[in-house]
């Protein structure tokens, strides 16, 4: 049978299913089908109009009985199509009016407002469309269940949160009967023009729950947990308005075929377990606000990253141990029951609280079956933990009155530090899983993780959308989690959000001081200024001054830094050297380290996590960098959101990523003499959001490529191609290497680019200039489920084993790609030809306040890939280092004079660390890591020049007040330091030509 009538109602537009529309109008007209497309968001949207073939006054008529709704007005719009499409319809009559807003009940279905029954209000709010189409299964589960948890619970229908009058309407009736929590149905933001929300009347969380698309199978089997539409309309969206992700509460399913209509029923299938685990998480947000406060119970959690003893309490920006310090003291003026720390770095490293196996055991129990098994047979008994001695787990924890401070265990294997402990897809080992079961035997009511970022978030289960065999939720249950996080990293808060249901508090990074030239540099610097004034006055001395200030950088060992050869001539030496001291005196680098609750913004952080933890919604915030221009995210304290995948990359940051990808290409140019033949750009997902992705707006633009964008919604929905007469270069073969996080967020750029190269293949009058005619697969990532690459902050052994190792770890974690309808396989060749044909590799930096010898993961992606190509037998592309923190003047760099700028600016600046050494164990911590940092570039990419090791041991190790400090503070660190050096010597990637230090490197040996 043929169809003579079709209605479509469209949620979002046109740019929503444009090839959709553009189809099914064709087939109407070929075979004189009455098509009718109609907005179904409550909106007019006259596009629609064009794609139809009946009369606008029919279509009118349609979209009245379709926004209406109900089971009489649905009769009533298909008599209409039935007469548009030449068929007999009788009259329909009956009550076709459901209002526009209004409450519910599961029963009796619209009702008046409900009045109060001594019980706290619950709000469940839901479209109006799932009770017009009789698709309320959700809903109704929801109310119920909360019902059964002592709620006095009703629902809220209305067409649209952002729809005219409903803000003032919902305002009304929250402020009349104040509810104890709100559980939202609906997707997208609700943020008015006036950065408002209708819910904004309201003390308590709004909680999101997902109505999934998706099939439970579908989503049962899935790693992601969730399409990246219903990602960017059930939680992305949301965030915007501060709501809490309690996570996916029903599926998409049919119901038995009728055989008269030969018709299956679409709706959404409310689940029972993921009912009831949002529900339970709604009530323990409602059982903190109803505690009083002096019978709060708290964990207060520090991570442990990366598992040294040294490093304990590590925290991006943040002096985690100091906040916790006064985060207890403000605790104690707020009434809750805690006593006063200090020295909690020494503390934690000597004290434990201690649970026994069997209790361990009896808990374990209750996770689900598929767990319990992963665990014994990764790990085997619990006994054989290293955190169990005596037959009791063993933590670095204390009591502080009724609530407790501890260090998050080791989730893997500290002692062998193999590519397995770093993929965070394997399974926890028995001491971390028995850490939070411990703490949710302990009648905790809510975890305060101080700082970002810990381990938890990253732990196996899907990306967003857990179920109750994902080991995150697994671990905490229920229990509110709270997480100052620093407001620059949307990825990494988002990952706490989305897996661990957070409020993440953002927090200041610390405040950025003004580099200068080092003293050791300063005759460098006065010759440079004689020469800018000698130039055309007096020709003979301007070529003394050439002399003087090539034998100045030469004995400092800048013209090694910047690869600047002996027989340069002066016209290329003398800027480059000139633009490198210029560069050392606009540097910027963080003073000290952060304190929650203290300093700039600290009220407002301070006030922020009273809120949390008194049960109260916490007010949203954008994250991004402060010091890049982004005025937006001040002041802090507020529940941190990112950025809709789907806008990225914005018309603004394509504009900057063409303006880096000129950058690189003139960098390129200056050091080769050529455009580069093949190029690796290293993305990361965190950077990709704060930036509205400027980085992959440079690769498309290297390639020849443009967005296309939906400029009514701001969406991306295709590219272009660029031709090489307008780009004015060949095309530049590139290959995305993609973090797991850009992974999970960004797949539909991901798919896009592979598109892009598909359709740059076929276009056979480029000739052999275009690389892409060679297809290939060009995104690479880790496989779904990893993060990171694989490699240890620091190996143990500097030798070309560990080296060898670590260039396969990068492979493996590289070798899953993308093809251009968004799958994603595994495909080791592919990434090995890739880097075999790949002659140059960019990184970019967007952040001011960090750089590249402040983290691991810079090492890891950055040195890693060199030590890749070692391993497949090949010399490796040339590295850069593209810095982006200043967008009206981007700067390549080679990785080596990167590393001279970082370490002469910052490392071994006095004003740095004395910053550091302001914040005691923190500090030390922060003094050791960058030298671990240096020595992982060294080992892995052999980019750290010897003189730069010899600055750094001066400054540190070489300096009796900074030595002093280490023994005191932090001796672990001290100690750490010691060796560190030590093997650099030993294993040749230092060879020092300072008597002094050789003398004290073979004493402390």
């Not at 003893?309 to 920006?317: K, N, T």
């Amino acid at each position: 049978m043929q169809a003579r009538g079709i209605l479509v109602r469209l949620i979002g537009g046109e740019s929503y299913w444009s090839y959709g529309l553009a189809a099914l109008q064709q087939l109407a007209k070929d075979r004189g089908i009455a098509l009718a497309v109609l907005p179904a968001d409550g909106r007019d949207d006259i596009r629609l109009d064009a794609y139809s073939t009946l009369p606008v006054s029919t279509l009118r008529r349609l979209k009245v009985l379709c926004d209406t709704g109900g089971p009489v007005a649905a009769q009533a719009a298909i008599a209409q199509l039935a007469l548009a499409s030449g068929l007999y319809a009788g009259p329909v009559t009956g009550e076709m009016n459901v209002p526009e807003m209004g409450f519910y009940d599961p029963v009796r279905g619209v009702i008046a407002p409900p009045p109060g029954e001594g019980k706290p209000f619950a709000l469940v709010t839901f479209y109006r469309s799932y009770l017009t189409a009789a698709d309320t299964g959700p809903v109704d589960a929801l109310i119920a269940a909360l019902r059964e948890k002592g709620f006095h619970a009703y629902g809220a229908f209305v067409t649209s949160l952002k729809a005219a009058g409903v803000a003032d309407w919902l305002r009304a009736h929250l402020a009349q009967n104040p509810p104890a929590a709100i559980v939202n149905a609906t997707a997208f933001s609700a943020m008015g023009d006036d950065g408002t929300t209708p819910f904004d009347a309201a003390q308590c969380p709004v909680f999101q729950v997902a109505l999934s698309s998706a099939r439970r199978e579908d989503w049962a089997e899935s790693l992601r947990g969730m399409s990246p539409g219903d990602l960017a309309m059930h939680v992305v969206l949301p965030e915007v308005d501060g709501r809490l992700f309690a996570g996916v509460v029903s599926f998409k399913s049919a119901a038995r075929r009728d055989p008269d209509l030969q018709f299956s029923h679409l709706a959404h299938r409310p689940d029972e377990e993921r009912m009831e685990a949002v529900i339970a998480r709604v009530a323990a947000w409602r059982k903190l606000a109803g505690t009083p406060v002096a019978e709060k119970r708290l964990a207060i959690v520090l991570s442990n990253y990366p598992g040294r003893p040294h490093q304990i309490a590590h925290a991006v920006g943040l002096d985690a141990l100091a906040s916790v310090e006064a985060l207890v003291t403000d605790l104690a003026e707020a009434g809750f029951d805690v006593a006063s720390v200090h020295a909690l770095g020494e503390m934690l490293l000597k004290q434990n609280l201690t649970w026994s196996v069997a209790d361990y055991r009896a808990a374990l129990a209750r996770l689900p079956q598929i767990l319990q098994d992963d665990l014994a047979q990764a790990w085997g008994a619990p006994d054989n933990d290293p955190n169990c001695r005596d037959g009791a787990f063993h933590f670095a924890a204390i009591p502080c009155g009724r609530s407790i401070i501890a260090v998050q265990p080791e989730r893997g294997d500290a002692t062998t530090r193999d590519a397995d402990y770093h993929d965070l897809a394997r399974t926890p080992r028995h001491g971390y899983v028995a850490f939070y079961l411990w703490l949710r035997a302990q009648g905790i009511d809510a975890v305060v993780h101080m700082g970002a970022h810990g381990t938890l978030e990253w732990l196996p289960g899907k990306s967003v959308a857990l179920s109750s065999a994902c080991w995150p939720e697994a671990l905490t249950g229920d229990l509110p989690v709270i997480y100052p996080f620093i407001v620059n990293d949307p990825g990494e808060a988002a990952q706490a959000k989305r897996r661990l249901g957070a409020v993440t508090i953002g927090h200041l990074p610390p405040a950025l001081e003004q580099s200068a030239v080092p003293e050791g540099l300063r005759r460098l610097e006065r010759l440079l200024d004689e020469y800018a004034t000698a130039d055309g006055l007096d020709p003979a001395r301007r070529q003394r001054l050439i002399a003087a200030i090539r034998d100045e950088a030469r004995a400092a060992g800048l013209e090694d830094d910047l690869g600047i050869d002996a027989s340069a001539a002066p016209a290329e030496a003398i800027p480059r050297i000139d633009r490198f001291v210029c560069d050392l005196k606009e540097s910027q680098f963080g003073d000290g380290l952060h304190v929650f609750g203290r300093g700039a913004c600290g009220t407002e952080e301070r006030d922020a996590l009273r809120a949390a933890l008194a049960g109260r919604c916490v007010a949203p915030g954008p994250s991004g960098s402060p010091y890049r221009g982004r005025q937006d995210v001040l002041p802090t304290g507020r529940n941190l959101f990112a950025v809709d995948p789907r806008a990225v990359p914005t018309p603004s940051a394509h504009a900057q990523g063409i303006k880096l990808a000129e950058e690189l290409l003139r960098r390129h140019l200056q050091d080769h003499g050529d455009w580069p033949k093949g190029l690796v750009v290293d993305l990361w997902g965190s950077a990709t959001m704060r930036t509205a992705g400027e980085e992959f707006a440079m690769a498309l633009h290297l390639a020849g490529l443009a967005p296309r964008w939906d400029h009514a919604s701001g969406r991306v929905t295709g590219y272009d191609i660029v031709a090489p007469a307008e780009l004015g270069r060949p095309r530049i073969d590139v290959t995305l290497r993609v973090s797991g996080l850009f992974r999970d967020v960004f797949a539909g750029l991901a798919q896009l680019f592979e598109a892009a190269s598909e359709a740059l293949a076929s276009r056979e009058e480029e000739g052999e200039e275009n690389p892409y005619r060679q297809r290939a697969s060009r995104v690479f990532a880790p496989r779904p489920g990893q993060y990171g690459v694989g490699l240890s902050a620091i190996p143990d052994a500097f030798t070309s084993e560990t080296r060898d190792a670590a260039g396969e770890a990068w492979l493996s974690a590289s070798s899953w790609a993308f093809s251009a309808d968004g799958a994603i396989k595994p495909d080791r060749a592919g990434i090995e030809q890739r880097l075999a044909s790949a002659d140059a590799f960019v990184h970019a930096q967007d952040l001011p306040e960090t750089d590249l010898l402040l983290a691991a993961d810079y090492a890891a992606h950055e040195a890693g890939i060199t030590a890749a190509a070692a391993h497949l037998g090949a010399s490796g592309p040339s590295l850069y280092h593209l810095d982006t923190t200043r967008p009206d003047a981007p700067h390549a760099r080679t990785l080596t004079e990167e590393i001279s700028r970082v370490v002469r600016a910052r490392a071994v600046n006095p004003a740095w660390i004395s910053g550091m050494m302001r914040h005691g164990f923190r500090g030390a911590a922060e003094i050791s890591a960058t030298l671990e940092h240096m020595a992982a570039f060294a080992h892995l990419a052999g980019a750290v020049p010897p003189h730069l090791f010899d600055l750094y041991y001066d400054a540190t190790l070489g300096d009796a007040d900074v030595r002093a400090f280490l023994a005191r503070e932090n001796p672990a660190a001290l100690a750490a330091m010691e060796t560190c050096f030590t093997r650099l010597h030993e294993a040749s990637l230092w060879r020092t030509r300072r008597n002094s230090i050789a003398a004290a490197l073979k004493e402390a040996s």
